[in-house]
């Protein structure tokens, strides 16, 4: 049996999950992080015993887990607290009920490591962004230099030196789209630092990263999956629209998304990083100047791989398929 | 850049072609397939050859052969490559292979259609046993008022929790049922992804905006199409201009270099509830109801029109659309020619010209020949 956990809508789960049941006649359950479903959970010899809404499994029958989207999948085992009229009372149970979750969580995941192949990271956290780039640098992979500041001062030098800097969120961007209420999305992007970006800013602001900008050649996005890499080069420097951040898309002209061979130092280099991260599947975002120099800018374990599949004819939704059937017995 | 500075600046470099530009030959025009943008831009086929001496030279050495009066010319197809952002120009291309030309899809059957006019058919076997095939795409045709709105919301319950990701409709109209019943139908099936209704009594276009507002409509706003055209039978179909050929992309460009564009894991019901490649195809396999679809789909003679690639058709393969292009096995120009070119196609690669097809000699008089064996009466 295979275990997927994911969001709804997602696509690319849904073409993963069309090659498996093309290729296999494994069975699949796959739960999704935002979705309402009761769950009933027994703990008990080294195994658990799961059954969510109609889907009913034990552990020990699952070969492969598939972890692509979403936090802890199992929501609603603990019921919210109040303690009339002691609001520091319900404070203090609401975050003791949060640590047994987490507790529940942790172990959940150390036993399925154990006993199945899990494609994808633990609890669907995001690698600390300034920590892979400390990382990078010590793997001998380039990377763009960056700080971090809350003084306008520090801002203002970047702003006015030379160099070009863009600034971008420490963690990740926010990308929302709100359906209940305004029913638009919002989202940020990596943005050029200019005079304009400090207008109305006191001489100290939130704890900002900024990160010199790289004229490229062009992108890359890397997809990896254990030591098998996919890259496509996006050649978007010639658009104003997409010079610094690619995804502020040009509908008319889009960006060429194209296959490349990645020099064997940079993939093994990449290898070593993703290893030291612990991640068995996500993908790069790298930046290659007129030089040739090869920068690093992140890695993302979830990103969507969809588009560089499709445009390069990757088979990447088959390769993650092929991954997920191979401990079927 | 433009061709002029090329030529001065960059003569030593090579002109590289982005992989997803792809030239494809035919016969008067050859085209450039851009699989990114989705778009396709002929130009004489004199020009083709200097792809393969792209590949092969520099760009001062490909100057250096050309005779003077042919120089104007080749700095106007520089321009054209360029304006189009086909070609960029490199020192190495080692570093950017090919697209794969693979191709191939999780599924047995990709789309299917099925046709009603007097009688229902099993939809609820018909929806479990293509999902059992992991069917993506369904269209259902209704000719007479018996497949209504009610009918449609009916089908697009059967359809969720199945493989089947998109159903497109086209029904007959029905004075009874009002412009506001057919955006609540479609309001409430996601799973609709088209709805035509023909026989209308004006051309109009209702929009269905799921509740969203600001820039997310825009992005999930459809429109239901009424039409005062009648759909009369499945002879209506397979007709070939400008319009219908399919925006190039790496999948469908490759699938047609293997498949035929219309047929490949395409399984049909038509009227009558026989089980065809395509409703307008002859050959059945028998009543939908007796035989498993599944069953039909590993037949040999069913999967055999899939391979029928417009590379081995006459006229197709000297085409520069020939991957775009879904082309039609169901009505041929010359009938009795298993690989005659289709008959409702306007295009002439031998001149790269469009004319209606309906113009041409003995095309009415072919017509006629397809509705004399049209598989069942057809009843108004």
Same mark, same amino acid.
């Given at each position: 049996?295979?275990?997927?956990?994911?969001?709804?809508?997602?696509?690319?789960?849904?073409?993963?999950?069309?090659?498996?049941?093309?290729?296999?006649?494994?069975?699949?359950?796959?739960?999704?992080?935002?979705?309402?479903?009761?769950?009933?959970?027994?703990?008990?010899?080294?195994?658990?015993?799961?059954?969510?809404?109609? @889907?009913?499994?034990?552990?020990?029958?699952?070969?492969?887990?598939?972890?692509?989207?979403?936090?802890?999948?199992?929501?609603?085992?603990?019921?919210?607290?109040?303690?009339?009229?002691?609001?520091?009372?319900?404070?203090?149970?609401?975050?003791?009920?949060?640590?047994?979750?987490?507790?529940?969580?942790?172990?959940?995941?150390?036993?399925?490591?154990?006993?199945?192949?899990?494609?994808?990271?633990?609890?669907?956290?995001?690698?600390?962004?300034?920590?892979? #780039?400390?990382?990078?640098?010590?793997?001998?992979?380039?990377?763009?230099?960056?700080?971090?500041?809350?003084?306008?001062?520090?801002? $203002?030098?970047?702003?006015?030196?030379?160099?070009?800097?863009?600034?971008?969120?420490?963690?990740?961007?926010?990308?929302?789209?709100?359906?209940?209420?305004?029913?638009?999305?919002?989202?940020?992007?990596?943005?050029?630092?200019?005079?304009?970006?400090?207008?109305?800013?006191?001489?100290?602001?939130?704890?900002?990263?900024?990160?010199?900008?790289?004229?490229?050649?062009?992108?890359?996005?890397?997809?990896?999956?254990?030591?098998?890499?996919?890259?496509?080069?996006?050649?978007?420097?010639?658009?104003?629209?997409?010079?610094?951040?690619?995804?502020?898309?040009?509908?008319?002209?889009?960006?060429?998304?194209?296959?490349?061979?990645?020099?064997?130092?940079?993939?093994?280099?990449?290898?070593?990083?993703?290893?030291?991260?612990?991640?068995?599947?996500?993908?790069?975002?790298?930046?290659?100047?007129?030089?040739?120099?090869?920068? #690093?800018?992140?890695?993302?374990?979830?990103? $969507?791989?969809?588009?560089?599949?499709?445009?390069?004819?990757?088979?990447?939704?088959?390769?993650?398929?092929?991954?997920?059937?191979?401990?079927?017995? | 850049?433009?061709?002029?500075? #090329?030529?001065?600046?960059?003569?030593?470099?090579?002109?590289?072609?982005?992989?997803?530009?792809?030239?494809?030959?035919?016969?008067?025009?050859?085209?450039?397939?851009?699989?990114?943008?989705?778009?396709?831009?002929?130009?004489?086929?004199?020009?083709?050859?200097?792809?393969?001496?792209?590949?092969?030279?520099?760009?001062?050495?490909?100057?250096?052969?050309?005779?003077?009066?042919?120089?104007?010319?080749?700095?106007?197809?520089?321009?054209?490559?360029?304006?189009?952002?086909?070609?960029?120009?490199?020192?190495?291309?080692?570093?950017?292979?090919?697209?794969?030309?693979?191709? @191939?899809?999780?599924?047995?059957?990709?789309?299917?259609?099925?046709?009603?006019?007097?009688?229902?058919?099993?939809?609820?076997?018909?929806?479990?046993?293509?999902?059992?095939?992991?069917?993506?795409?369904?269209?259902?045709?209704?000719?007479?008022?018996?497949?209504?709105?009610?009918?449609?919301?009916?089908?697009?319950?059967?359809?969720?929790?199945?493989?089947?990701?998109?159903?497109?409709?086209?029904?007959?109209?029905?004075?009874?049922?009002?412009?506001?019943?057919?955006?609540?139908?479609?309001?409430?099936?996601?799973?609709?992804?088209?709805?035509?209704?023909?026989?209308?009594?004006?051309?109009?276009?209702?929009?269905?905006?799921?509740?969203?507002?600001?820039?997310?409509?825009?992005?999930?706003?459809?429109?239901?199409?009424?039409?005062?055209?009648?759909?009369?039978?499945?002879?209506?179909?397979?007709?070939?201009?400008?319009?219908?050929?399919?925006?190039?992309?790496?999948?469908?460009?490759?699938?047609?270099?293997?498949?035929?564009?219309?047929?490949?894991?395409?399984?049909?019901?038509?009227?009558?509830?026989?089980?065809?490649?395509?409703?307008?195809?002859?050959?059945?396999?028998?009543?939908?109801?007796?035989?498993?679809?599944?069953?039909?789909?590993?037949?040999?003679?069913?999967?055999?029109?899939?391979?029928?690639?417009?590379?081995?058709?006459?006229?197709?393969?000297?085409?520069?659309?020939?991957?775009?292009?879904?082309?039609?096995?169901?009505?041929?120009?010359?009938?009795?020619?298993?690989?005659?070119?289709?008959?409702?196609?306007?295009?002439?690669?031998?001149?790269?010209?469009?004319?209606?097809?309906?113009?041409?000699?003995?095309?009415?008089?072919?017509?006629?020949?397809?509705?004399?064996?049209?598989?069942?009466?057809?009843?108004?």
């Amino acid at each position: 049996m295979i275990l997927v956990f994911s969001k709804s809508g997602d696509p690319s789960t849904l073409d993963v999950m069309r090659w498996i049941h093309h290729l296999s006649p494994a069975r699949v359950v796959r739960i999704n992080a935002d979705e309402e479903y009761h769950v009933e959970l027994t703990f008990a010899d080294d195994d658990f015993l799961v059954r969510v809404n109609d @889907d009913e499994f034990r552990l020990a029958e699952v070969s492969s887990a598939w972890l692509r989207k979403g936090g802890f999948w199992f929501k609603g085992l603990f019921p919210a607290i109040t303690a009339q009229g002691r609001p520091a009372l319900t404070r203090h149970l609401s975050q003791m009920l949060e640590r047994e979750n987490r507790t529940l969580r942790d172990h959940f995941h150390y036993v399925l490591r154990k006993r199945c192949a899990v494609l994808g990271s633990a609890h669907g956290s995001t690698p600390n962004k300034l920590v892979v #780039l400390e990382h990078a640098r010590e793997l001998g992979l380039s990377i763009p230099p960056f700080s971090v500041s809350n003084l306008r001062s520090h801002a $203002q030098s970047l702003a006015e030196s030379d160099r070009g800097h863009v600034t971008k969120a420490m963690s990740d961007g926010l990308y929302l789209f709100d359906t209940t209420e305004s029913k638009t999305g919002y989202f940020t992007y990596t943005e050029a630092l200019g005079p304009q970006s400090l207008e109305d800013v006191g001489t100290r602001l939130a704890p900002s990263f900024y990160q010199q900008y790289v004229e490229k050649a062009f992108e890359l996005r890397i997809f990896f999956l254990d030591d098998q890499f996919r890259a496509g080069a996006i050649f978007s420097q010639n658009d104003e629209k997409t010079k610094v951040d690619y995804r502020k898309y040009n509908n008319e002209r889009p960006n060429r998304v194209i296959p490349f061979r990645l020099p064997q130092e940079i993939e093994h280099k990449l290898s070593l990083l993703a290893r030291r991260l612990d991640l068995n599947t996500g993908s790069f975002d790298m930046i290659v100047d007129r030089r040739g120099e090869y920068y #690093l800018l992140e890695v993302n374990p979830v990103g $969507q791989f969809g588009p560089l599949s499709e445009k390069c004819n990757m088979a990447i939704e088959r390769m993650i398929a092929e991954r997920l059937i191979a401990n079927e017995r | 850049m433009d061709a002029k500075s #090329l030529l001065r600046d960059c003569l030593d470099r090579y002109v590289f072609l982005n992989p997803d530009c792809v030239p494809v030959e035919g016969y008067a025009a050859s085209a450039v397939y851009d699989l990114t943008r989705g778009l396709i831009s002929t130009f004489p086929s004199a020009y083709f050859p200097f792809f393969e001496l792209f590949r092969a030279r520099r760009l001062r050495e490909i100057v250096d052969a050309l005779a003077p009066e042919e120089r104007d010319d080749f700095v106007e197809f520089l321009d054209f490559l360029m304006e189009h952002e086909y070609v960029a120009v490199v020192d190495d291309a080692a570093s950017f292979p090919e697209i794969s030309q693979s191709w @191939d899809a999780p599924c047995k059957i990709h789309n299917a259609i099925v046709d009603v006019r007097e009688r229902h058919h099993d939809y609820r076997k018909i929806i479990a046993e293509l999902d059992a095939l992991g069917c993506q795409h369904l269209q259902v045709r209704g000719y007479s008022k018996l497949f209504g709105l009610t009918e449609l919301a009916e089908l697009a319950r059967l359809c969720r929790d199945s493989s089947i990701q998109t159903l497109e409709a086209v029904l007959a109209h029905d004075p009874a049922v009002r412009d506001d019943d057919y955006v609540a139908v479609v309001s409430a099936n996601r799973i609709i992804a088209s709805l035509v209704v023909h026989s209308a009594d004006g051309d109009r276009q209702l929009v269905v905006d799921y509740g969203a507002r600001g820039a997310a409509a825009g992005l999930v706003t459809m429109e239901i199409q009424l039409t005062v055209k009648p759909l009369e039978s499945h002879l209506d179909c397979g007709h070939i201009a400008r319009r219908q050929l399919l925006p190039p992309s790496t999948q469908t460009f490759n699938e047609l270099h293997h498949f035929n564009g219309c047929l490949n894991r395409k399984l049909s019901i038509d009227e009558g509830g026989e089980v065809r490649n395509c409703p307008t195809m002859r050959g059945s396999f028998g009543d939908h109801r007796a035989v498993s679809l599944a069953d039909v789909v590993s037949r040999e003679d069913f999967r055999r029109v899939w391979r029928a690639r417009n590379d081995e058709i006459q006229v197709c393969r000297d085409c520069p659309y020939r991957y775009a292009c879904t082309g039609c096995r169901a009505l041929l120009e010359d009938p009795d020619a298993g690989d005659s070119k289709p008959l409702k196609c306007g295009y002439d690669p031998y001149t790269d010209s469009w004319t209606d097809w309906r113009a041409r000699p003995n095309a009415a008089a072919t017509l006629t020949r397809y509705q004399a064996r049209v598989h069942l009466p057809i009843l108004q």
